[in-house]
Every structure is written in C-alpha cells, then in structure tokens.
C-alpha cells in the first residue's frame, strides 16, 4: 500500500514537500514515483527514481523546480517556485516494469490535493 501526504494550499511562488510511505512491499524492488491529474484531463507524469536511486526523470514541466528522493521505503517530491498550473490531485506509484508510464503502474496511493492559488 501508498499512502500519500502533504498536499495543500499555497501561493505561487512557494513550496511544498509531498511524501509516500510505502508498506506491504518489498521497497527496493520498485522504481517509485508521482502522477497527477486536474479535472477533465489525464493522469500525467511528473516524477520518478529508479529502485537503487541511480536515476531520476522528469516531466519538462517541472524540471528544475521538482526533486524527487526515496529513502527508508518512502520517497517524497519536494516542490518549489509553484505555478498556479501545478494545481492538481498528486498520485504516488509504485512499479516493477521498466516503463514508468501510467498503464504500468502496479500499485497507487490515494491522491493528495496540491492548491496554488496566483
């Protein structure tokens, strides 16, 4: 299971930290991650790192202003210089393929809502 916190109301130009405990699976065997999604769209990508850590990804979206980590079977996405168009319902996901792309995911945390407000 994931359960996701953290989400909230802030300015644009702030930050927030989400994070994703992890429990019931072995952690280390999963690449780990975020989507998220506003209403009428699709779940995107935002985020990712690689089970060892060796490598993260991001969406051009938030590339220099989102940093994901993963230590002690939770990651967390640190979010800086919010945009009001970062608004969204944020997902974290867990993953044994190599493919880190919604239809891949084996298992979601319940979304945590992320306000920025211009």
């Known amino acids: 299971q994931l359960q996701a916190s953290g989400g909230g109301l802030v300015q644009a130009g702030g930050s927030l930290t989400l994070s994703c405990a992890a429990s019931?699976?072995?952690?280390?065997?999963?690449?780990m991650g975020w989507f998220r999604q506003s209403p009428g769209t699709e779940r995107d990508f935002v985020a990712a790192i690689s089970l060892n850590e060796g490598s993260t990804h991001y969406a051009d979206s938030v590339k220099g202003r989102f940093t994901i980590s993963r230590d002690n079977a939770k990651i967390t996405l640190q979010m800086n210089s919010l945009k009001p168009e970062d608004t969204a319902v944020y997902y974290c996901?867990?993953?044994?393929?190599?493919?880190?792309?919604?239809?891949?995911?084996?298992?979601w945390g319940e979304g945590t809502l992320v306000t920025v407000s211009s």
């Open positions: 019931g699976l072995t952690f280390s065997t999963y690449a």
């Open positions: 996901a867990a993953t044994t393929s190599r493919w880190f792309t919604a239809n891949s995911m084996n298992y």
